[in-house]
Each structure stands twice: as C-alpha cells, then as structure tokens.
C-alpha cells in the first residue's frame, strides 16, 4: 500500500513513529507492507516543505506492485481553483493508475474538527469526490462520517493536527474504511 497524503499522514506534531500509516502497518504485522510517501504542507496542487505534490509523490512512489494506493486529504488546497484542483486530482489518479495498473485507488477527503466545516474545505471535499467518481476511485468521506466530530483529546495543541490518540483514531477509521 502507498500512502500519499500531507502533514496528517506524517505525524506532524507527534512523530512520524505515531503516523497512522505506520500504526496501520504495525497493526497490521506484515500482512500490510505501507510506504508512507506524505510530506508536510502538500496538497495536489500545494508545495510541500521539500517541494513535493501529491503528483509528485505518487510518481515517486507507486510501483507496478502496489495493490492500493490512498491519497489522504488535503487541506492544504483549500481556496485553490476548483476545476485546477480537479485536473491535479485527475493526474495524480491518472498517474496511479498507470504506474499500479492492479491496484485500488482510494481518495480520502479532508476531516473537519466540526460539523460546520468551512466552505473551501466542503469545496475540496466536492473536488475530490467528483474526481475519484470521474476516475474510478473509492472516496472516504470523513466528513459525512463526522471524524473527530464532538471527541475530544484527538488534536494537539495547534488545533490542526491529530494528537498521538487521533493517530490511532486514524488508524482505526482507515483500517475500516480500507477494509482491512
């Protein structure tokens, strides 16, 4: 499985040891062989700290192996044009595919803290679920299934980013939403 997401899959603010792909990998005991290809501040179409996208990453990272790879989020897109945040869904979809003909394509919004989220946020959750629809991708919606709604003690202290415990909430919710 690749793993290709922003500073929500890298453990930003925990440790990437508390990341929930390498949980998911933990708890999984082998069965499951994750390359976590996430890094801090990217998006499709937002530049990460080491310069990378989410086209990028996958690039990068998918083999002909792969059996699934997921693009978790981003949030770091919001207030990007729609229709080029689309085409940057669509090649990065379209590159998966190509580099990992068998795998599961799966395209995760982006959480929301509340049960308001913010209108560019529900822009790039509309976004990405009409891409992965266009693609022939499985879409997570986390917001529709209220992820971290009402819990409490799952961010960290800047209010963004998953605390150790929403780490393994995280886990939980992707191993479930993955089928694993």
Same mark, same amino acid.
């Given at each position: 499985?690749?793993?290709?997401?922003?500073?929500?899959?890298?453990?930003? %603010?925990?440790?990437? @040891?508390? *990341?929930?792909? /390498?949980?998911?990998?933990?708890?999984?005991?082998? +069965?499951?062989? &994750? #390359?976590?290809?996430?890094?801090?501040?990217?998006?499709?179409?937002?530049?990460?700290?080491?310069?990378?996208?989410?086209?990028?990453?996958?690039?990068?990272?998918?083999?002909?192996?792969?059996?699934?790879?997921?693009?978790?989020?981003?949030?770091?897109?919001?207030?990007?044009?729609?229709?080029?945040? %689309?085409?940057?869904? @669509?090649? *990065?979809?379209? /590159?998966?595919?190509?580099?990992?003909?068998?795998? +599961?394509?799966? &395209? #995760?919004?982006?959480?929301?803290?509340?049960?308001?989220?913010?209108?560019?946020?529900?822009?790039?959750?509309?976004?990405?679920?009409?891409?992965?629809?266009?693609?022939?991708?499985?879409?997570?919606?986390?917001?529709?299934?209220?992820?971290?709604?009402?819990?409490?003690?799952?961010?960290?202290?800047? %209010?963004?980013?998953?605390?150790? *415990?929403?780490?393994?909430?995280?886990?939980?919710?992707?191993?479930?939403?993955?089928?694993?």
């Amino acid at each position: 499985m690749v793993v290709v997401g922003d500073s929500l899959s890298t453990g930003y %603010g925990t440790s990437p @040891d508390f *990341a929930w792909p /390498t949980l998911l990998s933990a708890e999984e005991m082998g +069965r499951v062989d &994750v #390359v976590n290809s996430s890094e801090n501040g990217d998006g499709f179409l937002a530049v990460g700290d080491d310069n990378g996208t989410f086209v990028s990453h996958v690039a990068e990272a998918a083999r002909p192996d792969a059996q699934m790879i997921v693009f978790f989020g981003s949030e770091n897109d919001m207030g990007a044009d729609e229709s080029v945040l %689309g085409a940057a869904v @669509d090649e *990065a979809l379209q /590159t998966a595919r190509t580099s990992s003909p068998k795998a +599961r394509l799966v &395209v #995760v919004g982006p959480p929301s803290y509340t049960a308001d989220p913010e209108p560019d946020r529900v822009a790039v959750h509309d976004t990405l679920e009409a891409a992965a629809a266009r693609e022939g991708a499985d879409f997570v919606d986390p917001i529709a299934q209220e992820w971290f709604v009402g819990l409490d003690g799952l961010v960290g202290p800047d %209010g963004v980013h998953p605390s150790v *415990a929403g780490q393994y909430y995280l886990r939980d919710e992707m191993t479930r939403a993955l089928g694993l």
